[in-house]
Each structure stands twice: as C-alpha cells, then as structure tokens.
C-alpha cells in the first residue's frame, strides 16, 4: 500500500522488521484519516517475509478489530467483507467514513467484550502458518472497559510472537494500563494537498465552506452571522462532521498564528486562500489565534463529553466573536 510522508517512522519499522527486534505492542497515533493504516499493513509485510496476502488482508494469522454497531454485540469479523474492501479501496479512510462502508452512518461504534474474548480465543490458537499471530486494532479507544480490561492482561504479558498494532486518535482515551504497555509513535499528518485530493468530498467541501464563512463573519465582526453559522455546526449531520469542522478550524487559527508571526511560509494553506489568510489575520487581534485554538479544544472536548450540541456550538462562536 501507498505511504505518504513518514519516511523515518517506516525506516525505523523496517529496520524493526529485518533485526527481529519487534515490539509486542506499537500504539500509533495518527489524525484521523492520517495513514496510519498503510503503515502498518506495509509493517506486517515485512513482518511476514513478503507474503501477498497481508496486503491483500487475508493472511489467517492477521486479526483486524474495529468499532462495530449492533443490538448483540456484534463482532468485527461479521464485517470483514465491508471493512476489506474499504481498506482495499481507500486505506486512508476516515472514522466516519468506516461507518458508512459498515453500514452505520450517524452511529458510533464500539468494541465490546465480546469482541475482546473472541479476540483472546484466536490467540490462544497456535499460527497457522507458525510465524507471528497479529491484531490490528483501529480505535482502541472505543474500548468499554470490560473489553479494555479483558485484553489487558493479553497486552501485559503476551504469548511469544504475538504482535498488537493499535491505531489511535485519541491516545488520553486509551486505557492507561494499555498504553503503558505499547511502544507510541506519531504518525506525522499528511500534508494538505495530499489530504484534499485523498478525503475529496461533498462532505468535506461543506466544512470548508462553513469554515470559510465563519472566518468571514469574525472578520467583518458580523455577530449574526456568526451565530447562525453556530445553528449550522450544531445540525451537522454527525460527529464526526462536527469533528473535521473543529479540526479544520484549529488549522486555520493556527495558519493565522504563524501568518501574523511573519511565518507565512510555513503556514499550510492553499494557494487560492492566501490572500483571504493574510487580510484575516491582519483583521483579527493578534491574541485571536491561540485564544481561538483554546475555544476549540474546549468544544472538542465537551463534544466527546456529549454535551448538548446547540449549547456547545452557540457558545463555540460566541467565545470566538468576543476574541476576534
């Protein structure tokens, strides 16, 4: 599979690889929709000595879990079709585009204990082709705690040649116990244009509109408008929409940081918008980019804390609309 950036995070996996010297549990943290998938899927390759079938995902001794919806406690394996062709398809999915490949658009997922017990069961097997037995994890975090403590011990103290891969975006919401136990890596987030032309979307291109208009409204100190905007965000169509806003957002204030700091050069933002950038930035006050960052952390955080969305947007902009 296709990985973009990253070059020293793939060099030193390799290098794990070829020396033998394999952790028994990596924890990688990407943005979502960051690629940290490939790299792993590149990282058992090698693992198992070039054998197509990791990267066609149908090694035996390769495991992959995910957050799943369903009234019985569904298990991943029951969507292995979907979830296959989706990575096959387009490795540098987003979480809420998972959810809509698996059928659950406008839900969130979890991985129950049932999940976790079967997960053990597998690994209790011997190989099947004698080597290492791995799980890919994506979204530990959306671990309830029984399945969290129920892997616990498997992380702690793991049968020889057993490999865990766990793809985060959330790493503070993995249990503490897990985490202590893995090797973490960054996985560096994709640069913009890249981004744009893998996650191109209706969906995404909306959220850009929105972010466009809202910068509008802060920068001609339009208080209407911008509270309007705040009964948008909060009808989006799901969290995880609400979420790329907020990240989408948190990259602009930080472009009109580094603009304001005569570091434009560095700021990432396409071409076309650049000017808009630079008139934004001289508009707003120079103490609006990081007090605007902090605003949306805050709502980053409520929002996962589920916090009444209407309430949670209005204020959203108007904490921004008194700091511009």
């Known amino acids: 599979m296709k990985v973009y950036g990253n070059t020293s995070l793939v060099a030193a996996l390799e290098q794990m690889a070829e020396s033998g010297r394999i952790p028994h549990a990596i924890l990688m943290h990407e943005d979502d929709g960051g690629g940290a998938l490939p790299i792993a899927i590149n990282f058992l390759e090698k693992v198992y000595g070039g054998n197509p079938r990791v990267e066609r995902l149908i090694h035996p001794d390769v495991h992959f879990v995910f957050p799943v919806v369903g009234e019985k406690e569904p298990v991943s394996s029951q969507f292995a079709a979907e979830w296959r062709d989706l990575l096959l398809s387009n490795p540098y999915f987003t979480e809420a585009e998972m959810y809509s490949a698996l059928g659950f658009e406008k839900k969130q997922g979890i991985i129950n204990v049932k999940e976790a017990r079967t997960l053990l069961s597998k690994l209790s097997l011997s190989a099947v082709e004698g080597g290492y037995r791995s799980v890919v994890m994506y979204l530990p975090e959306k671990m309830n705690p029984q399945a969290a403590n129920a892997l616990l011990k498997m992380v702690e103290e793991p049968p020889e040649k057993t490999l865990f891969l766990l793809i985060t975006h959330a790493p503070e919401r993995v249990l503490t116990t897990i985490f202590s136990r893995c090797l973490f890596m960054r996985v560096q987030p994709l640069d913009r244009e890249v981004r744009r032309e893998l996650h191109h979307s209706d969906a995404e291109s909306a959220v850009q509109k929105l972010m466009d208009a ?40 930080r472009s009109l940081f580094l603009i304001r700091q005569g570091l434009g050069e560095l700021a990432d933002v396409p071409s076309e918008k650049k000017a808009g950038y630079e008139t934004a930035a001289s508009a707003l006050k120079p103490t609006f980019p990081r007090a605007g960052m902090a605003a949306l952390d805050r709502a980053m955080l409520l929002l996962e804390r589920n916090v009444n969305q209407k309430i949670l947007f209005s204020d959203l902009v108007a904490r921004l609309y008194t700091k511009a």
């Not at 409204?217 to 969290?239: C, H, M, Q």
């Open 214 to 253: 809202l910068l509008d409204a802060l920068v001609k100190k339009n208080l209407s408008a911008a509270l309007e905007l705040g009964e948008v965000f909060a009808s989006l169509e799901s969290r995880d929409v609400q979420k790329d806003f907020l990240q989408l957002a948190s990259e602009c204030f």
